[in-house]
């Protein structure tokens, strides 16, 4: 029998994380850039209405790429407008930047350090019901030995939420690749620009389950047409099913 989910972890999309989160079965996995609530709320909602919720862990960590996205454009005054098209650019600053602005940080770092409190806060107030936990710092990613093979171009899977490993979802080493899951693509477009203009280079969508398949390859069709992203992209898109696998190894 299939345990219970009781619990959500809302985490960053980042492949130095995979080994932070919980897997007990009863555990699903939200996960973008920034372990950003504005982004997904959505899915939260919907994972909540249908579940005997607990908790909510946020898993916002350092040296996070999405934080260092927001510093260059409100620090550095920097544009990307031109890589993601203006009208993604307007949605990133949407579900991502603006939430920070008229917050104070001299770095990075500080930065990371108020999403956790930030992104705590919003799911406090959108969960009053629901127990919610954080480390008192973000999760210290760059303690992880293990960061892949080595590659330095990092490959994006795009999964729905799930208790489920990342190892037997993941085709060669897990910690290649950074890992987007929300119920909706529409959800995760901002996310998916987000992980290419930091150097991702190629896109996988995962389909867990034979009820999943076609949901998946509407996903990846509504991509296929996206003005958003690059055309050189549109050719690396791949979908594997992982649901014929024992379950043992997911
Ligand atoms: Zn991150």
């Known amino acids: 029998m299939r345990e219970a989910i009781d619990a959500i972890e809302l985490g960053c999309m980042d492949r130095r994380e995979h080994g932070f989160f919980k897997f007990d079965g009863k555990t699903i996995h939200v996960r973008n850039a920034g372990a950003n609530f504005e982004a997904v709320k959505g899915t939260l909602r919907a994972i909540v209405n249908s579940n005997n919720i607990k908790e909510i862990r946020l898993l916002a960590h350092a040296d996070c790429g999405a934080m260092k996205l927001v510093n260059s454009v409100l620090k550095e005054k920097k544009e990307f407008s031109d890589k993601v098209g203006s009208g993604l650019m307007e949605k990133i600053n949407e579900v991502l930047i603006d939430q920070f602005r008229g917050i104070r940080f001299d770095s990075v770092e500080e930065l990371c350090r108020k999403n ?3 992104q705590a806060e919003k799911l406090r107030a959108a969960f009053p019901g629901i127990t919610i936990t954080r480390g008192d710092e973000p999760v210290d990613v760059q303690k992880v030995t293990d960061t892949g093979s ?14 489920k490993t990342y190892a037997g979802m993941i ?3 897990q ?30 969508l995962v389909a867990q389950s034979a009820e999943e398949f076609m949901t998946v390859r509407n996903d990846m069709n509504s991509l296929k047409v996206s003005p958003n992203i690059p055309s050189g992209l549109k050719e690396t898109m791949t979908m594997v099913k992982v649901y014929k696998l024992p379950s043992k190894i997911m």
């Open 175 to 204: 910690f290649d690749a950074y890992v987007l899951q929300a119920m909706s693509i529409e959800e995760l477009k901002p996310d998916i620009a987000i992980a290419l203009l930091l150097g991702q280079r190629s896109i996988t």
């Open 116 to 118: 956790n409190e930030l």
């Open 171 to 173: 085709g060669g080493n």
């Open 150 to 163: 080595g590659h330095e171009h990092h490959s994006l899977y795009i999964l729905k939420p799930s208790t």
